[in-house]
Structure formats: structure tokens, C-alpha cells
Nanobody
Framework: QVQLVESGGGLVQAGGSLGLSCAASVNIFSINAMGWYRQAPGKQRELVAFITSGGNTNYADSVKGRFTISRDNAKNTLYLQMNSLKPEDTAVYYC??????????WGKGTLVTVSS
């Protein structure tokens, strides 16, 4: 059973920065892809960014140039550095892992609130 535990959420003013972490209970070295999603109140969950086992990254247009996804295979941890935060970035942020078998796992989420 794979467990993902997010941390680092909180309250920040617009223009500020936060860093999220996602600790995995398995070795992520060969994990097909890992990503961050978010869900704002009353909205559907959306992809924020993902990173493949080869290190390729992809970002939602709304966060390009402001957010950076990275992974530390030695620590089995996924990161999301968020800069120049906006009130519209307020959401619960979820970590996601996709195994080569196609199995998908989710963390329980961490709340990010950006005040104007």
C-alpha cells in the first residue's frame, strides 16, 4: 500500500511563497510520474504540475513561471515551490503518484490559502 503525506500548506499573503512536500512510503526512483493537483472550493480538481521518472516536467498555464516541481529520489519526496502566489491559488493541494502498472495513489491534501 502506497501512502503519500503532504505538508507545507498554510496561510500566505498575495505575492508570497510557500513550499509543499509530499513524502512517499515507497521508493520513487522508478515511479512513472508524480504530480501535484489542486481543488478550490466549488471547483473540480485540476492538474498543477507533474514530473516523470526521467525528470521531464509539465505545468498548468496558470502557474508557469511561478511554480516549480521537483523530486528527491533519495528522500522519496516530491516538492512544489510556489512563488508569487495569488488569491486564485487558494485550494487544497494533493500529491499524486502513478506507477508503471497504472495504479494511481493520492495523498489527503494540504490547504493553501492566499490572502489579498
Amino acid at each position: 500500500q502506497v501512502q503519500l503525506v503532504e505538508s507545507g500548506g498554510g496561510l500566505v499573503q498575495a505575492g508570497g511563497s510557500l513550499g509543499l512536500s509530499c513524502a512517499a512510503s515507497v521508493n520513487i526512483f522508478s515511479i512513472n510520474a508524480m504530480g501535484w493537483y489542486r481543488q478550490a472550493p466549488g471547483k473540480q480538481r485540476e492538474l498543477v504540475a507533474f514530473i516523470t521518472s526521467g525528470g521531464n516536467t509539465n505545468y498548468a498555464d496558470s502557474v508557469k513561471g511561478r511554480f516549480t516541481i521537483s523530486r528527491d529520489n533519495a528522500k522519496n519526496t516530491l516538492y512544489l515551490q510556489m512563488n508569487s502566489l495569488k488569491p486564485e491559488d487558494t485550494a487544497v493541494y494533493y500529491c499524486n503518484l502513478i506507477r508503471a502498472s497504472g495504479e494511481v495513489y493520492w495523498g489527503k491534501g494540504t490547504l493553501v490559502t492566499v490572502s489579498s
